[in-house]
T-cell receptor
Framework: GESVGLHLPTLSVQEGDNSIINCAYS??????FIWYKQESGKGPQFIID?????DKRQGQRVTVLLNKTVKHLSLQIAATQPGDSAVYFC???????????FGSGTRLQVQP | DTAVSQTPKYLVTQMGNDKSIKCEQN?????MYWYKQDSKKFLKIMFS???????INETVPNRFSPKSPDKAHLNLHINSLELGDSAVYFC??????????FGQGTRLTVV
């Protein structure tokens, strides 16, 4: 198995609770933000994105909130399920930059 | 159908060897990437190609040489492998500056 990720901050929640994962970004020029989910042994998987002209966007069971004033992004997962257990990454980019700059990741553990 | 596929999934090799990782995307995207994920799970961009042209090279040692024979392929060749190259390498693609789709990763172990 993997021995990676031992230093990741971990959020532990009970099944059925809501989860909130936070992310701070540093580049004021960033205008595109995205959340990824990475399960063990797999590549990052897109969850939801948001552009800087919005402050909230909702998907299925997930909501992303963007606060540009304090450069803060959050991912809210409603009714967290065991299948949501994974490492979650925020990432940012800006117009003209064809790449994502990733945050350090948060491990979400869902207790049954 | 796998959208972004990379091979091999695992690669174990000795220091000093040269190895390649292949990547193909069938999404019709115009931009492809290589990212490196270290032992602390930190993901960092290495290269970005748009329509076969290199547009980002993030201070990667020149032992790493990407090659894009066409828009659907971006291969990564690594010369003179070092212990510190051990990591998981992810290929990804996107259409323009939109969401990137990632492959399953190649775990490279240099011994």
């Amino acid at each position: 198995g993997e021995s990676v990720g031992l230093h990741l901050p971990t959020l532990s929640v009970q099944e059925g609770d809501n989860s909130i994962i936070n992310c701070a970004y540093s580049n004021s020029a960033s205008d595109y933000f995205i959340w990824y989910k990475q399960e063990s042994g797999k590549g990052p998987q897109f969850i939801i994105d948001i552009r800087s002209n919005m402050d909230k966007r909702q998907g299925q069971r997930v909501t992303v909130l963007l606060n540009k004033t304090v450069k803060h992004l959050s991912l809210q997962i409603a009714a967290t399920q065991p299948g949501d257990s994974a490492v979650y990454f925020c990432a940012e980019s800006w117009t003209g930059r064809r790449a994502l700059t990733f945050g350090s990741g948060t491990r979400l553990q869902v207790q049954p | 159908d796998t959208a972004v596929s990379q091979t091999p999934k695992y690669l174990v090799t000795q220091m000093g060897n040269d190895k390649s990782i292949k990547c193909e995307q069938n999404l019709g995207h115009d931009t492809m990437y290589w990212y490196k994920q270290d032992s602390k799970k930190f993901l960092k961009i290495m290269f970005s190609y748009n329509n076969k042209e290199l547009i980002i090279n993030e201070t990667v040692p020149n032992r790493f040489s990407p090659k894009s024979p066409d828009k659907a392929h971006l291969n990564l060749h690594i010369n003179s492998l070092e212990l510190g190259d051990s990591a998981v390498y992810f290929c990804a693609s996107s259409q323009g500056e939109g969401e990137a789709f990632f492959g399953q990763g190649t775990r490279l172990t240099v011994v």
